[in-house]
């Protein structure tokens, strides 16, 4: 109405095609909503959380069960809409995802710019001792504790 976003929450049975749209405009291909079909379908995908404005998705951040540490999520893709960009919605999506890591003890790692999760809430510092097959000079952690945990990342099979 007044072209102000609406509070995050939960994505509902339905709002899958909204978030696919989503996904496709705001990363110019298919492959982010490629990847979410698959998570959802393998059942890996453990939470998604929207930000709507009216009738439309406008911020999107989906949570996937890593396979090790098992007890471990993955916080991708998480997208904005490119008209609403530069606006601070995808910080404050990501920043409550962080609140919850850190508040419900559950460890939660992205791969990602570095200077955006930083400002949301994610520590780049604490994921200095990790193994993975994805760069670690760009994988961040929030959550669980102030350590630097010392372990192999693998991630579920659709991130292939």
């Keep these: 109405m007044f072209g102000f976003p609406d509070l995050s929450r939960d994505m509902k049975h339905g709002e899958e095609p909204g978030v696919d749209a989503l996904l ?3 990363f110019g291909g298919p492959d982010e909503a490629e990847l979410v079909m698959a998570l959802r379908e393998s059942g890996d995908m453990v939470g998604e959380m929207i930000t709507p404005a009216g009738d439309e998705i406008i911020a999107y951040a ?8 098992g007890n471990w ?42 200077g955006f999760y930083e400002k949301a809430g994610f520590s780049l510092e604490r994921a200095r001792k990790l193994t993975s ?3 670690v000079d760009h994988t961040l952690l929030a959550g669980a504790g102030e350590g630097v945990p010392e372990t192999t990342l693998i991630y579920p099979k659709a991130f292939g």
């Design 133 to 135: 097959p994805y760069p």
């Design 24 to 26: 496709r405009s705001a």
């Design 62 to 69: 989906g949570l996937s069960r890593m396979v090790q540490p």
């Design 73 to 114: 999520l993955c916080l991708a893709p998480v997208a904005v809409a490119p008209d609403w960009q530069g606006r601070k919605i995808g910080k404050r999506l990501v920043g409550m995802i962080t609140e919850w890591a850190r508040i419900s003890g559950t460890t939660v790692v992205v791969l990602g710019q570095v």
